[in-house]
Structure formats: structure tokens, C-alpha cells
Nanobody, 121 residues
Framework: VQLVESGGGSVQAGGSLRLSCAFD????????MAWFRQAPGKDYEGIAT????????TYGDSVKGRFTVSRDTAKNTVDLQMDSLKPEDTAMYFC????????????????WGQGTQVTVS
């Protein structure tokens, strides 16, 4: 599974950004994927997860009500819509896929993208 993130950038507090994670065309529908982030000096934080086929996502507490994850079947991407951004959302954002062990945001994922930087000032 090859993952490529895009859409990061700089935005003022209160603004919005939309990240995309492009998947291989043959990614199985039952693969779990997730969005993580890592701020400087901090651990990875799981912020959203869903199955590639769709269904009900799960969100981390810090982003509930502000971030929305969805699949774009035409583009073969899983997108992260980020609204009401705060300076504390500043981090490198990664998408990941294929849960090896664990559940939901606690999964250990096999495949990771290279990350895209989000800066909120």
C-alpha cells in the first residue's frame, strides 16, 4: 500500500485546510486507515480512523467536532477536512494504513506516508 499525503500549509487560527491521502487503486476495502499527527517534541497522536470502504469514523478527543475524515472514491483518496484550526493543531500530519494489531486509533499500522506540514498561527 503506497500512501501520499498532500494539502498541508500555513493558515491563521480559525481557518480551514483539507488534507488528502492518496491510496493505490487496488487497496482492499477492508483496510483500516488513519490520520496521525506529530508536533515538535511530542508523540504521535491518532486523530481519525476509518475503514477504506467507508463507514463510521472514530476521532481523537482533541479534534472531535472540528475535523472530518471522508473517502473520495473518484480520486481514490481519504481526505481530512480541518476546520476551526488552532495553533495547537500545528504538526506534521501523516496518513497510515493496514492495522497490524490493536483497535481503532490504538492500531499499530504497517504503512505510512511521508507526512505533510500544517502550521496554524
Amino acid at each position: 500500500v503506497q500512501l501520499v499525503e498532500s494539502g498541508g500549509g500555513s493558515v491563521q487560527a480559525g481557518g480551514s485546510l483539507r488534507l488528502s491521502c492518496a491510496f493505490d487503486a487496488y487497496t482492499p476495502a477492508n483496510v483500516r486507515m488513519a490520520w496521525f499527527r506529530q508536533a515538535p517534541g511530542k508523540d504521535y497522536e491518532g486523530i481519525a480512523t476509518m475503514y477504506f470502504r467507508g463507514g463510521q469514523p472514530t476521532y481523537g478527543d482533541s479534534v472531535k467536532g472540528r475535523f472530518t475524515v471522508s473517502r473520495d472514491t473518484a480520486k481514490n483518496t481519504v481526505d481530512l477536512q480541518m476546520d476551526s484550526l488552532k495553533p495547537e493543531d500545528t504538526a506534521m500530519y501523516f496518513c497510515a494504513a493496514h492495522c497490524l494489531r490493536g483497535q481503532g486509533l490504538g492500531c499499530q499500522f504497517a504503512h505510512w506516508g511521508q507526512g505533510t506540514q500544517v502550521t496554524v498561527s
